[in-house]
């Protein structure tokens, strides 16, 4: 026999002296959009998980969803169903998911209803049933739903003891032989402790659902999760057609950031206001523009976008109170053309308004908008649609949640203009109700005033963070041209900011749109 | 309301006739619509349980009973098999025999495709008669499968 090179001896010994025998955990996708970001990279192989939570939170169909993402012929999954669904109603229900897959059935994922064993027999028949199965079929993935009637039997007829003993075995069984598995069941959260179940599980994956005045809100945590680094918390989850999506309450945090660099400025398409703005809005930057219902917030939002798509920038319009062909047909009365981008996918205007969204999830909209279109602007009309668009349980982290996601958008480059309304007191000037200055760099308030018997508009750049900016109270008017700052600067009144103005002139100046006569 | 379309019933002739023909000798002690049951039995059972098998058969023989009689005659045991083929009240000829069959099947498998759908059903026919030709059934007019 050939003898071996030294080298080629040696370098097993180098290997294994460089990485000290470390097991590498292969880990599985979860079929659910944004859980496997939030598991840590998906579900370690050969782990013994839960997957708890109260009634109709999702955790069937979290199950199925993790089966059909995985089982084939050759990884087959067995799908043992206890006392809770039958099989056959949790294949009527389960069918109408987009990820159920018919031809999986039987070769794939096999069903079987274990009610009668764990009816009729004790606990020591139940984990012998399991284990014929397994040992005929050598699946990869097992799933027992629901565990929890399985327990309360045990608990009814047996010790505390018996049932630690038969987890402990059944954990053991189906680790050993190779399957990654699932117990499903109902519990309410005050049973985590001490409950063996819990102890043993290398994964506990909680589901709940929180109601609050009319709305219901969805969530996920991760309570353990051995051996890597889930994302801790409480992550939103939604039920679709689709099954279960996921929404990480660090989304965005991971967009990737916009290179460092001299920023340019950008025009905001109203030549007057972006010299208000020392020359436009800097990339990048978050722009709020406040101001009073009919002040011109959503078209000043428009030639904003409209401007940047002149310029080869894609964007994205998040509206929340008007439907986007009113949108578009509202800028075509300005001349700007909202149509054509849409069409060549160089825009897209997302109605975002079902009435129990998430921060999270309108987040996970926004980004794939971006990321489809390669947006850099976004106008976000208005900000207090998309709170009204809240469930109420969201709504009091509304200002943490919006912090985390314009800072995200903007850290990757994005320019975002929001809109909120406010209302004119005629006695003081707010900005927003919200106190949210500290999310945007850049603020214009607009307003009415009175002046000559006419409800006239101003507009002010209040904050720029990135530079100096114009101290002007400007006149503006909305034309067919959308939102156009007239000349010339006026300076002939006084306490412009109360809304009634004093006229400090020593002429009158001609009003700027026709006075109404008789 | 019948659920039975004629693609369903066309589906649980060919049945009938395939066991007739397949079990030729097991006939002679039972009609071969007793071991189309017994062959979907242990399938469904491990879908359904035994009880819930047990509960869709009976719910198909009181449906068939309204249209032939006789079957009310029969009845599902604890295991859910069929019993009571060796005492109808009148003597029962094997081409009526082989048409009751067919109704019973035919109104399990509407069952079936109420509760789980055509493809579900279909599905579950060709892995329990893997031989059995499927091929035309949806030539005849009807939603079903």
Known sequence: ?518 | MSRVTPQIRELAERLIAFEAKDNEAARRMHPAVFHVCERLRPHLATLMGQGGFRAVLARALAVASAEIPWLAALQVKDDGSLEGWEKPEAPVKPKDLAESGAVLVAHLLGLLVAFIGDNLTLHLVRDVWPKLSLENLNSTKGDHP
């Open chain 1, 1 to 518: 026999m050939k003898k071996p090179k030294p080298a080629a001896r040696t370098k097993p010994l180098q290997k294994v002296a460089s990485q000290p025998g470390k097991v590498i955990i292969r880990r599985m996708p979860t079929g659910v959009s944004g859980l496997d970001e939030i598991l840590g990279g998906g579900i370690p192989e050969f782990s013994f998980n839960i997957i708890a939570g109260t009634p109709g939170c999702g955790k069937t169909t979290l199950a199925h969803q993790i089966l059909f993402a995985n089982a084939t012929v050759k990884k087959p999954a067995l799908y043992f169903t206890v006392l809770g669904e039958p099989a056959m109603k949790m294949l009527r229900y389960q069918q109408q998911y987009s990820f159920f897959d018919a031809s999986k059935l039987n070769s794939a994922i096999r069903f079987i209803n274990l009610a009668e064993v764990v009816m009729d027999q004790d606990l020591d028949a139940v984990f012998k049933e399991i284990a014929r199965q397994v040992a005929k079929v050598g699946p990869s993935f097992v799933v027992v739903d629901s565990f929890r009637t399985v327990v309360r039997k045990a608990m009814t007829t047996g010790s505390e003891l018996e049932m630690q003993t038969f987890v402990q075995r059944l954990a053991q069984f189906l680790t050993g032989w190779e399957a990654t598995s699932f117990l499903v069941g109902e519990y309410v959260i005050d049973e985590v402790r001490d409950n063996p179940v819990f102890t043993v599980a290398d994964g506990l994956i909680w589901l709940s659902q929180v109601a609050e005045r009319n709305s219901v809100v969805r969530k996920l945590q991760v309570m353990k999760l051995r051996g890597q680094a889930s994302v801790p918390g409480l992550h939103t989850i939604r039920i679709s057609n689709h099954g279960l999506q996921a929404f990480s309450r660090t989304l965005g945090l991971g967009v990737k950031k916009a290179l460092p660099g001299r920023r340019r400025r950008l025009s905001v398409g109203i030549p007057e206001l972006d010299k208000m703005l020392g020359g436009g809005v800097l990339e990048g930057d978050s722009l709020l523009i406040a101001g009073p219902s009919g002040t011109g917030k959503s078209a000043l939002a428009t030639q904003f976008i409209a401007e940047g798509l002149r310029n080869g920038e894609p964007g994205i319009i998040a509206v929340f109170e008007e439907r986007p062909n009113g949108y578009t047909e509202r800028a075509a009365a300005f001349g700007l053309d909202l149509k054509t981008p849409q069409e060549k996918g160089n825009l897209e205007i997302l109605y975002l308004r079902p009435l129990d969204l998430s921060v999270d999830e309108t987040m996970q909209e926004l980004l794939e908008a971006i990321t489809r279109v390669g947006a850099k602007r976004l106008a976000i009309d208005s900000l207090v649609g998309f709170e009204m668009a809240l469930a109420p349980d969201f709504r009091a982290d509304f200002r943490e949640s919006l912090y985390r996601m314009i800072g995200a958008l903007t850290g990757a480059g994005i320019t975002i203009l929001s809109t909120v309304e406010v209302e004119d007191t005629f006695t003081a000037m707010p900005f927003s109700h919200y106190a949210i200055s500290f999310l945007t760099d850049d603020i214009i308030r607009l307003r009415y005033v009175e002046i000559d018997g006419q409800l006239r508009k101003v507009l002010v750049v209040v904050k720029m963070r990135g530079g100096n900016h114009s101290k002007d109270i400007r006149e503006y008017v909305i034309t067919d041209k959308g939102v156009v700052v007239i000349h010339p600067r006026q300076t002939d009144f006084a306490r412009l900011t109360t809304g009634l103005p004093e006229h400090v002139g020593r002429e009158a100046e001609p009003a700027p749109e026709p006075k109404a006569t008789k």
